[in-house]
Nanobody, 116 residues
Framework: QVYFDESGGGLVHPGGSLRLSCRVS????????MGWYRQAPEKQRELVAT??????ADYADSVSGRFTISLDTALKVTLQMNSLKPEDTAVYYC???????????WGQGTQVTVSS
């Protein structure tokens, strides 16, 4: 069982910034991937950014250059979101996955709203 502690969501004006943090209670043996997905109303959940335990980061095209993901410790990942747009509005979910597994562990989600 993996427990997630997500924080940092909220309401921000277009062009503003937010920082999401996620701490997990345990990590798998071996390599793993942590990251963030998001789901807007009536849309499918989509990848935002991930980072491996080895430090390799991957971003969705829609956020590349605006968002930065970092693995602060083995148990904590942070997503710095700059130049936010209304289309970034969604529930953001932290995820943990063993590198060679398709099994995702999910946090409860945190709401990000970008609106004037």
């Amino acid at each position: 069982q993996v427990y997630f502690d997500e924080s940092g969501g909220g309401l921000v004006h277009p062009g503003g910034s937010l920082r999401l943090s996620c701490r997990v209670s345990t990590i798998p043996n071996g390599l793993y991937v942590m990251g963030w997905y998001r789901q807007a109303p009536e849309k499918q959940r989509e990848l935002v950014a991930t980072i491996s335990s080895g430090g390799m980061a991957d971003y969705a095209d829609s956020v590349s250059g605006r968002f930065t993901i970092s693995l602060d410790t083995a148990l904590k990942v942070t997503l710095q979101m700059n130049s936010l747009k209304p289309e970034d509005t969604a529930v953001y979910y932290c995820t943990l996955r063993p590198l060679h597994s398709s099994t995702h562990y999910w946090g409860q989600g945190t709401q990000v709203t970008v609106s004037s």
